[in-house]
Nanobody
Framework: QLQLVESGGGLVQPGGSLRLSCVAS????????IGWFRQAPGKEREGVSC????????YYILSVKGRFTISRDNAKNTVYLQMNSLKPEDTAVYYC???????????????????WGQGTQVTVSS
C-alpha cells in the first residue's frame, strides 16, 4: 500500500501561516489524486482540499477557499498545503490521503481514499 508521511504542523497565532507537506516514500505519486483532511477534537474527519494527479485540478471546501492552496511536485513525490490567514477553527490533526482515481472524487469523502498518513497537528491559538 502507498505510504504517506505528513509534516509541517505546529502552533501558530490567528492570522499566521503554515505549509504542510505530504511525502510518499518508495512509491510514485503521479497516478494518484491526493486529498487533505482534518479532524478536530470531538468531530468527524472532514475533507479540506484535493488535487488531481497532474495538479491541473484543485478543490477546496468553502471555509478554506481563498486561504489555503494545494499544490504538488510529482518529481519529489510531494504534495503541499499552504495555509494562510489561519483561524482557531482550523485547529485539527491534518492528514493527507491518496485515492486510486487520477481526479478528485466528488464530496471528498474519507471512504474514497485508501492510503493515509499518520497526521500532523495544527494548532491556531493566541
Amino acid at each position: 500500500q502507498l505510504q504517506l508521511v505528513e509534516s509541517g504542523g505546529g502552533l501558530v497565532q490567528p492570522g499566521g501561516s503554515l505549509r504542510l507537506s505530504c511525502v510518499a516514500s518508495e512509491f510514485t505519486l503521479d497516478n494518484y489524486a491526493i486529498g487533505w483532511f482534518r479532524q478536530a477534537p470531538g468531530k468527524e474527519r472532514e475533507g479540506v482540499s484535493c488535487i488531481s494527479s497532474t495538479g491541473a485540478d484543485t478543490y477546496y471546501i468553502l471555509s478554506v477557499k481563498g486561504r489555503f492552496t494545494i499544490s504538488r511536485d510529482n518529481a519529489k513525490n510531494t504534495v503541499y498545503l499552504q495555509m494562510n490567514s489561519l483561524k482557531p477553527e482550523d485547529t485539527a490533526v491534518y492528514y493527507c490521503a491518496a485515492t486510486s482515481f487520477r481526479h478528485c472524487v466528488l464530496g471528498l469523502r474519507p471512504s474514497d481514499f485508501g492510503s493515509w498518513g499518520q497526521g500532523t497537528q495544527v494548532t491556531v491559538s493566541s
